[in-house]
């Protein structure tokens, strides 16, 4: 029973912490928000955003408001699932156990922004062979331009096939290794 009602947890808040991290990306990376995924994104994490903004503002072109919303949900989860298992556990108090919940939030939410890039990544190279002109393609591209770009000066298109997708997807891969 424990197991399933985590399970049902985990998928809620990894589903909420995926919304404000993509928020954030896309407010970062200028994604235009006026089709139907940003449109999504927006009205399914305005009720967290919105209250969060009269106290964090954005600044420096970043919507600071869904990161911390995105980390504040992730905090509560692990603290949740980590007071649980160490309830019958001897620890170090208070002291011993918030920096390590702070690093598994954080960590968690590195791992989840890595493999948001790498779904737009394989998303962006689907749609370019199957429909360029979806209404997911121009986000996805606008989302992994900035990764894809620095990739693209050292390794140019090959017989016109495009594989700084590829390569990034194997680098991002890599950074999975050490979070």
């Not at 928000?33 to 967290?48: E, M, P, S, Y």
């Not at 779904?119 to 121009?138: D, E, F, K, R």
């Not at 016109?160 to 950074?175: E, K, R």
Request: charged fraction near 10%; aromatic fraction near 10%; include cysteine.
């Amino acid at each position: 029973m424990m197991q399933a009602i985590v399970f049902l947890l985990d998928a809620v808040v990894s589903f909420f912490c995926t919304l404000f991290l993509l928020r954030f990306m896309m407010q970062a990376m200028r994604v235009s928000f006026g089709g139907q995924i940003g449109d999504f994104v927006v009205k399914l994490t305005n009720w967290a955003v919105k209250p969060l903004r009269r106290v964090i503002p954005g600044a420096g072109g970043f919507d600071w408001a869904s990161l911390i919303a995105a980390l504040a949900m992730q905090l509560l989860f692990t603290g949740i699932i980590v007071g649980a298992a160490t309830r019958f556990a001897e620890v170090d108090g208070v002291g011993g156990i918030a920096p390590m919940i702070l690093w598994l939030a954080v960590r968690s939410l590195l791992r989840l922004s890595v493999y948001i890039l790498i779904g737009a990544l394989i998303l962006q190279a689907v749609l370019s062979w199957i429909n360029p002109y979806s209404p997911l393609s121009a986000p996805a591209h606008q989302l992994t331009r900035p990764f894809l770009d620095p990739i693209r000066r050292i390794l140019p298109a090959i017989s016109g096939i495009d594989l700084s997708p590829l390569v990034a997807i194997l680098l991002l891969q890599a950074v999975l290794m050490f979070l």
